[in-house]
């Protein structure tokens, strides 16, 4: 029988973990910086040569961040749930769309798979602001400019989902699809169904890709309308403001990052050992 | 109703394709055609008239435009072209050896693996520059200076007596090891999904005949995170290529933000197919070599 007796991977040695301090403390030091520089009053920004720690604490900039927004008739919150709208179903589309690309692609090979598979490869390419001249135009003869389907379409379709899940599918072992197929299990069914759980790191890793880089931009070109725009946009239209508002800029970026650092969170601690192989002898 | 009759391969295609259509009509539509439209306009003229723009064929001048009469491009393209070359061998082995080492069971690992995905957060979108302070760039890998003066490690250095070049050597070290794991957030997060899709019986099967540690690392995770492997060269290649700070991106954003639009457009499609090429090269010779199906 198969023992399920969980496995206890060996410590890492001390050195490794030196090495991994040094470097953790060199990705946190931003961070901080930028709670830091959100609590710090405007003469303690201004300091030159700037200080890490801020030694008299004051919330202003986070209330002049709600004022400051408040007065332009749109308020915050609408750019909040601007943001989680857009992310939110970017993300699920975003998986959907990938995960129904990347089962054929791995597991139905069919006549031309692989030839769509090295166009989605090489369409990685394509993305990034070098086509954004041409996309635009598109987006203006479709009729997508200033509506939240140009914030929302493109990032849905982006290769690099299909390309990731795909490379992990294959991983999965083809005699469970066939036991699943012959339980009468229809194509779909056997993608979300079993599939999917057993590829749930790579899943929540995708998800985790997905949301931060949404979250924090994209697209906002396609937008004028003010009640559509979502938070970076406001965010980068603070941060253009100037040296007055370093502050006001820092506090709205700590707000930023809080929701995909929970994300985060969550979704790693779910990322644990699948049983995707167990059981089954190749 | 006569029913559609199909064999069980054909059934099995038409399924795939079904399944890949959303994806197709996507990327054809916001991937491919932006990209075509790029090709075009390197090709043309662009006419911006009262009456709207106009678009008439021109050749290949837009391409000795950027290469020959304009001293910027070439050597920002060569200089992009290195950095990638340097690159990417030290965020992959880097990215896999972190990525080795958060699997492991350790006290605050949960921390550290949240540590080093905090830069992907902070790097991308306007975050980056309020974080740093900055009004000017949108985007860190230049801040990432002024922050470390913001923590006065330079001064602390030269208060132990260390000569002024010294410091400076060392702090350019600093800075750009934080840039280059700045940009490995990404693929130690594929590493370490890859990493946990590991079956466990193979580590108890290396553990049972005696293998070290070392020895487990090649036996078993190096052959069994290979696709995430290429995975990652090839997102670690094209996001190289594709980051809005090396010169080449740089001096193709500027261009078409002068609305020389043109130039950019040729500059983008030497540059693009350039990253094809290697990617072609770096996939051949995977395929070659260490796999026989993998892309």
């Not at chain 1, 089962?103 to 798979?113: E, N, V």
Request: glycine letters at 6%; proline letters at 5%; hydrophobic letters at 50%.
């Amino acid at each position: 029988m198969h023992s399920r007796k969980k496995f206890k991977r060996q410590k890492g040695g001390a050195g490794f973990l030196f090495v991994l301090f040094v470097f953790g403390s060199f990705m946190t030091v931003p961070f901080l910086y930028a709670i830091m520089q959100s609590f710090k009053p405007i003469q303690e920004i201004l300091i030159f040569p700037p200080r890490f720690y801020v030694s008299s604490p004051t919330l202003d900039n986070f209330r002049q961040l709600f004022r400051s927004v408040g007065g332009d008739w749109i308020p915050f919150g609408r750019y909040v749930v601007n943001s989680l709208f857009v992310t939110f179903t970017v993300t699920v589309g975003h998986i959907a769309v990938s995960l129904l690309a990347a089962f054929p692609l791995a597991k139905l090979k069919f006549k031309g798979s692989r030839a769509i598979f090295k166009l989605i490869t090489y369409s990685l390419l394509f993305s990034g602001p070098v086509t954004a001249f041409p996309q635009y135009i598109l987006m203006s003869k479709i009729g997508l400019i200033d509506t939240y389907f140009a914030l929302i379409l493109p990032f849905v379709a982006t290769p690099m989902g299909a390309f990731l899940l795909k490379n992990f599918l294959v991983q999965i072992p083809d005699s469970m699809l066939e036991a699943a197929r012959i339980d009468g299990a229809s194509n779909y069914r056997t993608l979300f169904h079993i599939v999917t759980p057993n590829m749930k790191p790579a899943v929540l890793t995708l998800v985790i890709l997905t949301f931060q880089s949404v979250w924090n931009g994209g697209g906002t070109s396609f937008v004028f309308t003010e009640k559509l725009k979502v938070l970076p946009t406001l965010l980068s239209q603070i941060v253009a403001s100037g040296v007055a508002r370093m502050g006001v800029g820092a506090a709205s970026a700590v707000l930023m990052m809080i929701l995909p650092l929970t994300v985060f969170l969550i979704t790693q601690s779910q990322i644990i050992e699948t049983m995707a192989f167990s059981g089954i002898k190749d | 109703m006569k029913r559609l009759r199909l064999s069980y391969e054909r059934r099995r295609a038409l399924t795939g394709f079904l399944f890949l259509l959303p994806f197709i009509i996507g990327a054809l539509t916001f991937f491919l055609r932006p990209f075509i439209g790029t090709v075009v306009y390197s090709l043309s003229k662009i006419e911006y008239g009262d009456s709207g723009t106009t678009v008439d064929f021109l050749g290949f001048k837009n391409y000795t435009d950027a290469f020959v009469s304009n001293s910027e491009f070439l050597p920002a393209f060569l200089d992009s072209l290195g950095n990638v070359l340097y690159e990417v061998p030290f965020i992959l082995v880097f990215s896999l050896a972190l990525a080795v080492v958060l699997c492991g069971e350790f006290k605050g690992r949960t921390f550290f693996r949240a540590a080093f995905f905090l830069p992907l957060i902070i790097s991308t979108g306007p975050a980056a520059a309020a974080a740093q302070g900055s009004a000017s760039g949108l985007y860190s890998a230049d801040n990432s200076i002024m922050m470390f003066e913001a923590v006065s490690i330079e001064p602390l250095l030269m208060s132990f007596g260390l000569g002024e070049n010294f410091v400076s050597t060392i702090v350019g070290i600093i800075n750009n090891i934080f840039n280059l794991t700045l940009k490995s957030g990404v693929q130690i997060l594929i590493f370490i999904a890859g990493i946990k899709a590991i079956p466990t019986y193979l580590y108890e099967v290396t553990q049972i005949e005696g293998a070290n540690r070392w020895e487990t690392f090649w036996l078993v995770t190096f052959r069994m995170i290979s696709p995430m492997l290429l995975i990652n060269i090839v997102y670690t290649v094209i996001d190289s290529f594709s980051d809005v700070n090396n010169p080449a991106m740089k001096f193709i954003n500027t261009m078409t933000q002068n609305l020389k639009i043109e130039i950019g457009s040729a500059a983008a499609t030497v540059y693009f197919i350039s990253i094809l090429l290697l990617l072609l090269i770096v996939i051949g010779l995977w395929n070659r070599f260490l796999s026989d199906d993998a892309v």
